[in-house]
């Protein structure tokens, strides 16, 4: 997403609106599908020698349910994309690697199909069961370390 500088007024501020192919935002690296362009809406400047751009990014993506294992989609929506950045003297600016970061930023590390509130995700657990990983803390606390406290401090001496 290239913004080219002779487009930008000093000292004014110009509004870009537009898509651009999902293809350099490099998602399949995240185990990411992308689903149409990504849509972009933003507001541009030039200030003090550098560039700066804040406005919505908005990528649908398809996403595989780390519970159920179907793939669902969601949009990945930043209505908070915000970037400075220095001007090397060239003609234009590229954009794509701040947004490629914002998009990759929103990507949900343990991604579920029911996290959207729209869907029940067929994974369910039985009722009373608690599989989280805090569940083993809840249930024996002390248990946890009895191993631990059973191991010998090492004398300070330095001897084996």
């Known amino acids: 997403m290239k913004v080219h500088l002779r487009q930008i007024p000093q000292g004014e501020i110009i509004h870009l ?19 149409g362009p990504l849509r972009y809406s933003l507001d541009v400047g030039l200030s003090g020698g550098g560039l700066f751009a804040t406005g ?20 990945m929506i ?33 991604p579920r199909c029911d996290s959207g509130g729209d869907k029940t995700c067929p994974a369910q657990f039985p009722a ?18 009895a191993a631990l406290d059973q191991l010998k401090t090492p004398p300070s001496d330095g001897s084996p």
């Open 17 to 35: 609106e537009g898509e651009e192919e999902p293809s350099h935002l490099e998602l399949d690296s995240a185990g990411v599908e992308p689903i």
């Open 56 to 75: 919505r990014l908005v990528q649908r993506v398809r996403m595989i349910c780390v519970s159920c294992l179907e793939s669902f989609e969601r949009e």
């Open 78 to 110: 930043s209505d908070t994309f915000a970037t400075q950045m220095e001007l090397g003297g060239s003609e234009s600016v590229d954009l794509t690697p701040e947004v490629r970061e914002d998009i990759h930023l929103l990507l949900p590390a343990h």
């Open 128 to 145: 009373g069961s608690d599989h989280s990983l805090l569940s083993v803390e809840k249930a024996a606390p002390r248990a946890i370390w």
